[in-house]
């Protein structure tokens, strides 16, 4: 999408109609892009099909402006949340599973919408992937940052144990991942999957620190 999100014609709109317009074509792009109607996203959204067509043109316009939208809302609060005086990188990214989960209650209509698209097959999905993955590696850069090292034992290389915790954590969360479920079916293991962080957490700390 070559225009800014911030000087998109949609940010003319009214802000309770432009959120009920978004939320209305993000809600029905769950079903993949292929799937997904335009006459549904007009109808739910209580606009005219020549108002949608005004603002996006296509709707391959309206899904790359929810991909760039959506993951803007996430990355920008992301960033201005995490504490970055925290230097011990389970505590950190302890700390960051929990802001996600803040955010997710925040924004639901936009994790959902994030969430299945990334979880599907096809090009369209495979582009949000591309982007999803490109802020992941932006994430984790701000993860390493500053992270003291010198609370691991001297026999490992610091590096390496980074590397160990980072993608048993992540890989952990990515392994959750479920193109057929909600954002209220993620909430509703909430307790199991942030149980199962904590003695994941709890095993590399015995590991790899002093």
Known sequence: M???????????MDEQKREKLLNAAMAEFRNGFT????????????????LLYYYFGTKENLYDF??????????????????????????????????????????????DFVGSAYAQAGAKQSAIAARYLKEGVDAEGLLMRGID??????????DKVINIIRWAIIGYSDSKI???KTLDDYRN???????DIKEYISILREAFYK
Request: proline fraction near 1%; hydrophobic fraction near 40%.
């Open 66 to 111: 929810l991909l760039e939208y959506s993951l803007d809302v996430i990355m920008n609060e992301f960033h201005g949340l995490v504490n970055m005086n925290e230097s011990d990188l389970l505590e950190r990214m302890w700390q960051m599973l929990l802001l996600k989960m803040e955010l997710s209650y925040k924004h639901p209509a936009i994790f």
């Open 2 to 12: 070559e225009e800014s999100i911030e000087t998109h014609k949609i940010m003319d």
């Open 189 to 195: 293991e909430y307790e199991g999957y942030l149980q």
């Open 149 to 158: 090292t010198s609370l691991f034992k001297d026999a490992f290389d610091a």
């Open 35 to 50: 799937k997904a109607s335009t006459d549904a996203i007009i109808r739910n959204a209580g606009i005219s099909k020549g």
């Open 178 to 180: 479920d193109a057929n």
